[in-house]
């Protein structure tokens, strides 16, 4: 298994450039994630997904969408980029279900890919 | 709305001894999990260890150890027989059992170095 790759691994924009970071996993997880990481920070949920065809905002989604056409694959687009989206964007995917000794569904451990850097210029 | 804190910014170890890294966090909720991950420069976020709050003893992951009280709501690491290899941010993490969200929540971050 790959687990969780993303591409590119770095990428440089101007101001008002769009582009999309690629993101796939061959776990067969449900669920899939978008963190920005800011220098000296941990990370901060962008958008998330609990199945294909469903997505929902997390705490900065704002000039970011996503779309999750397949299980494999949670692509994180950037319309207008501003120089504050500046970051290391990092995906991740976990399996939602019944967890060995519990008596309620949640979710498992989340697996992270190697990241994408960044920079608006 | 959960917080998670990391109060040492970085952290110094020699080679073959031992450190703890403190964290702790804020919730009202009795059902989650508490995670460690290792941040090396390659920036590939790896899982060190992970605590259930519904289980009372503390996780062991070789070299690597909790002390999770969850009463002061406080989640240390302890890394023992330190190796250069261990040098790393390492983020503390808290997600909620409840809900269908399941993201993390990340602390700050604190920067380990090793000293051979």
């Known amino acids: 298994n790959a687990g969780v790759t993303q591409t590119p691994k770095f990428r440089i924009l101007k101001i008002g450039q769009s582009m999309t970071l690629q993101c796939a996993q061959d776990?067969?997880?449900?669920?899939m994630y978008w963190y920005r990481q800011d220098p000296g920070m941990g990370l901060k949920l962008i958008y998330y997904?609990?199945?294909?065809?469903?997505?929902d905002k997390g705490e900065v989604p704002n000039g970011y969408n996503v779309s999750r056409s397949t299980t494999e694959d949670f692509p994180l687009r950037l319309e207008l980029a501003a120089p504050s989206q500046t970051s290391v964007y990092f995906c991740?995917?976990?399996?939602?279900?019944?967890?060995?000794?519990?008596?309620?569904?949640?979710?498992?451990?989340?697996?992270f890919g190697p990241g994408t850097r960044l920079t608006v210029l | 709305a959960q917080t998670v804190t990391q109060s040492q910014p970085e952290m110094s170890v020699q080679e073959a001894e031992t450190v703890t890294l403190s964290c702790t966090y804020d919730?009202?909720?009795?059902?989650?999990?508490l995670f460690w991950y290792k941040q090396p420069p390659s920036r590939q976020m790896i899982l060190v260890i992970r605590?259930?709050?519904?289980?009372?003893q503390n996780a062991t992951e070789n070299r690597f150890s909790v002390n999770f009280q969850k009463a002061a709501k406080s989640f240390s690491l302890k890394i023992s027989d330190s190796q250069l290899g261990d040098a790393a941010m390492y983020f503390c993490?808290?997600?909620?059992?409840?809900?269908?969200?399941?993201?993390?929540?990340f602390g700050k971050g604190t920067k380990l170095s090793v000293k051979p």
């Open positions: 991740a995917s976990s399996h939602y279900g019944w967890t060995s000794g519990r008596t309620s569904v949640s979710t498992d451990t989340q697996y």
């Open positions: 776990m067969n997880h449900n669920y």
């Open positions: 997904s609990v199945g294909a065809g469903i997505t």
């Open positions: 919730t009202s909720e009795s059902d989650y999990y």
């Open positions: 605590q259930e709050a519904y289980k009372q």
């Open positions: 993490a808290y997600r909620s059992a409840l809900g269908s969200q399941g993201n993390l929540i």
